[in-house]
């Protein structure tokens, strides 16, 4: 199969194009690496193209020229708080470029099996009914997630309108080997490994927590996010639907560390702060939508974590 994956050089896009790469489909990546590093592209087998999703030339050459079976839409400045002081431009590659993606896709894709649009869990924002379901009432608060659920719904508007083939996900808090826990885009899980790494090099290390710890997250690991992510695109009954994609449990950050120094056989110390305005107190999946495709995370929190942090130590 022929897959194109824009921001396919970030820690979920390049996870996924590896995987794909390693099992033989022809994968081509976009990827403009103001958020994606090129070392996190694995195999050789891989096309790498240098470009912003925002540069519709290369874009529209690189349709016009291909045929794809696949298309997965990563690309996207995917910070909530960089949303925030740069609405604008979050606007435009968060939203814009997704419409005019689906667009060339719609006069140029003859043989397209599946748009997958990437979306997120911060769209339903505040609401605070739990577990969210797809069907939860969607209360965005910043630029970010506005931009998000709104290229989210014109994803599926091409599917039911124009016979384009499309699906989106909402990722809730994916974690796993290719994260950077120097960018302040990164999940939590990578600051707090990255302090592990610290104390085992015997280095002075610590970790500011804001609030008590309780907070809890649906953390799911990468490999069952690429297995979700190929269930939906390759599903039939997937086509003009949004799924979430999570573990469909919740981890409090205290046991979270709790699993880190079983794993690492350390103490961190933590530094306990005031929390923070605006910090979500809770947020987990409900992922039967999902599993009535056949998805069934494989990976425990236990496990997902010291295959992790294996993973990482022999990383450096």
């Known amino acids: 199969m022929n897959y194109l994956i824009t921001g396919g050089a970030g820690f979920i896009g390049s996870s996924l194009a590896n995987h794909l790469a390693y099992n033989g489909h022809s994968v081509t990546v976009m990827d403009d690496f103001s958020m994606g590093k090129r070392e996190n592209i694995e195999s050789n087998r891989i096309r790498l193209i240098e470009a912003d999703v925002r540069d519709l030339d290369t874009l529209e050459t690189i349709f016009e020229n291909e045929q794809f079976d696949y298309i997965f839409l990563f690309a996207a400045i995917a910070s909530v708080a960089d ?8 606007h435009n590659i968060n939203f814009e470029t997704i419409l005019q993606t689906l667009e060339l896709a719609r006069r140029t894709q003859k043989t397209l099996k599946r748009v997958i649009f990437t979306s997120s869990a911060a769209v339903y924002g505040d609401e605070p009914t739990l577990p969210k379901r797809e069907e939860s009432v969607i209360r965005p608060l910043t630029p970010y997630a506005v931009d998000k659920f709104a290229a989210e719904k014109y994803t599926l508007l091409y599917n039911n309108l124009y016979n384009l083939p499309t699906s989106a996900v909402r990722f809730f808090n994916v974690y796993g080997l290719r994260q950077n826990p120097a960018s302040v885009y990164s999940g939590v899980l990578s600051i707090i490994s990255k302090q592990f ?14 609030g008590d710890g309780k907070q809890t997250r649906d953390f799911v690991f990468i490999n069952d996010v690429i297995n979700a992510l190929l269930l939906i695109a390759e599903s ?10 999570g573990a ?11 699993v880190f120094e079983e794993v690492a056989d350390v103490k961190l110390p933590i530094n306990y702060r005031q929390a923070r305005d605006g910090d979500i107190k809770d947020s987990y999946a409900d992922i039967s939508k999902l599993a009535s495709l056949g998805y069934k995370p494989k990976y425990t929190i236990n496990e997902g974590i010291k295959e992790y942090f294996t993973e990482l130590l022999s990383h450096p």
Request: net charge negative; glycine share 4%.
């Open 83 to 90: 949303s925030v002081e740069r609405p604008i431009e979050t």
């Open 248 to 258: 469909g449990k919740y981890t409090s950050l205290n046991e979270i560390i709790e």
């Open 236 to 245: 039939n009954e997937s086509k003009g639907e949004v799924y979430n994609v």
């Open 197 to 210: 790494i610290k104390l085992l090099n015997h280095e002075k290390a610590e970790f500011n927590m804001f």
